[in-house]
């Protein structure tokens, strides 16, 4: 008994250990990067490079200058459902007996044969939270292509890679490119927000409804080519990819010219002042509200609507 009682607490022990190990190769990866950068920005043939591609490609001239008002609370509403969905999308993952469940209502438009399918109350939220950015998805590339600010964020010439390749590369030797939002973003952010809207967004929705009840079970071959493994696999890497993408976002907005950049996303402005700060202070607001109030006892009532929920 003493044996087996003093090996336990070497557990946590153990797990600290190893994440004290974990962080410590993680800093000393990213000095390896920051100096390794710093000593090619000193080559000659790197400098060179660097003022053939300053980080930034050309924008067509029809393309508009400044970010419109609809941009904004686009922006706001992909950020809100974008956080709940990743909060959902955990719980769906990580818990293993949900306590509550949602059956759809057998009547209306869309009707079953025989008794419809129970899910978890965690799972109808994030489908949900699914269908009203997906809706919102529809409306921002109407909008994107209408006002022709898609030629701000898609690659419209070759020269975005050797382009991107500079911004990495000032970005990791910590003196950053300089650049003007309101104007023209870097290749690097281009073929991030490229990535996010027209890659990893569609691929989250497609793998998100393979893996749904209203995919179709008895289509024998298109499921024998889309398998829901596959979609599986897929999902969960995207989830992560977002949530790289929100961090490094933050991070850049914060420290790159805060106010500045929230008057660009929020007041639609590039003048100065603490106007966008403060509509970004009350979108977080929303935005941790909802975090916090995403729980049975307040989606119990709203799933109801839809359909009955048991314990």
Not at 112 to 132: E, M, V, Y
Not at 139 to 148: P, Q, S
């Amino acid at each position: 008994m003493s044996t087996t009682s003093s090996k336990k607490p070497l557990k946590p022990v153990k797990k600290r250990v190893k994440l004290a190990g974990a962080v410590a190769i993680a800093v000393l990866a990213l000095a390896a990067v920051v100096l390794i950068a710093q000593w090619m920005r000193t080559l000659p043939s790197v400098q060179d490079f660097l003022t053939t591609y300053p980080g930034q490609s050309e924008l067509p001239e029809s393309a508009p200058v400044g970010l419109p008002a609809w941009l904004g609370w686009q922006h706001f509403l992909n950020s809100f459902f974008l956080i709940l969905i990743i909060r959902s999308g955990w719980l769906v993952r990580t818990t293993a007996r949900p306590k509550e469940h949602w059956t759809r209502k057998n009547t209306g438009l869309i009707r079953t044969k025989g008794k419809p399918a129970k899910i978890s109350l965690n799972l109808w939220f994030h489908l949900t939270l699914d269908a009203l950015w997906a809706l919102n998805g529809v409306i921002f590339i109407i909008l994107l292509f209408t006002t022709g600010q898609w030629m701000r964020i898609v690659p419209t010439s070759w020269d975005i890679i050797p382009n991107a390749a500079s911004a990495a590369l000032q970005y990791a030797s910590l003196n950053w490119p300089l650049e003007n939002g309101w104007v023209n973003y870097n290749a690097l952010q281009v073929l991030a927000y490229f990535s996010i809207v027209f890659i990893a967004a569609p691929l989250a929705l497609i793998t998100g409804l393979r893996m749904s009840g209203a995919w179709p079970k008895d289509a024998v071959a298109l499921n024998r080519v889309y398998p829901v493994e596959l979609a599986r696999a897929v999902h969960f890497p995207v989830m992560l990819y977002f949530v790289g993408f929100v961090v490094v976002h933050v991070a850049l907005v914060m420290t790159t010219g805060v106010l500045h950049n929230l008057n660009h996303m929020y007041a639609s402005t590039d003048g100065a002042g603490w106007t966008g700060f403060w509509i970004f202070a009350a979108s977080l607001t929303v935005m941790v509200a909802a975090w916090f109030l995403a729980r049975p006892l307040f989606l119990r009532p709203i799933a109801s609507l839809t359909g009955k929920v048991s314990r």
